[in-house]
């Protein structure tokens, strides 16, 4: 029987593909995203015009801080699914996450950098300016954490 197990390429190296804290890594990767997304959507008159009708007031309020929110929330669940409780923290799994937030680090730093003279076209990149940069590094800096836990 385990000459099965050792065939089966679906099967778990190391352990489960679902642990409690793969799920709250994603759980706060989609939140991150859903904030950001919300955000531009509704506070963005240019984005899609919106009525006022159930704009919470506070997230008007906190302006560019709901960026940071956002992204913070990404780059913790990135941080969180580093570890080797998760597929993203054993194996091959470090790998992707690594070279995955260090590539999406430099598409973004030189997307910002390619269309500077122009950001209006393209979402988010026109509010966050010169913080463009931080994102991009940010992502690097995710990376890094991957690379930790390399072996």
């Not at 759980?27 to 009525?51: E, H, Q, R, S």
């Amino acid at each position: 029987m385990s000459k099965l197990k050792a065939k089966d390429p679906l099967a778990p190296q190391r352990g489960p593909l679902a642990s409690p804290r793969f799920i709250i890594a994603l759980v706060l990767m989609a939140l991150g995203i859903a904030w950001i997304a919300y955000y531009y959507i509704v506070f963005d008159p240019t984005a899609i015009p919106a009525t006022d009708d159930g704009k919470p007031k506070f997230m008007g309020d906190l302006g560019d801080w709901n960026y940071l929110i956002g992204f913070g929330l990404i780059m913790i669940g990135l941080v969180v699914s580093a570890h080797p409780s998760t597929p993203l923290g054993r194996g091959r799994g470090v790998v992707v996450g690594m070279l995955g937030c260090f590539v999406i680090g430099l598409l973004w730093i030189c997307t910002y950098y390619v269309f500077s003279n122009d950001l209006s076209s393209i979402p988010v990149f026109d509010d966050l300016g010169q913080k463009n940069l931080i994102v991009g590094i940010a992502f690097m800096a995710v990376g890094f954490t991957f690379a930790t836990r390399w072996e």
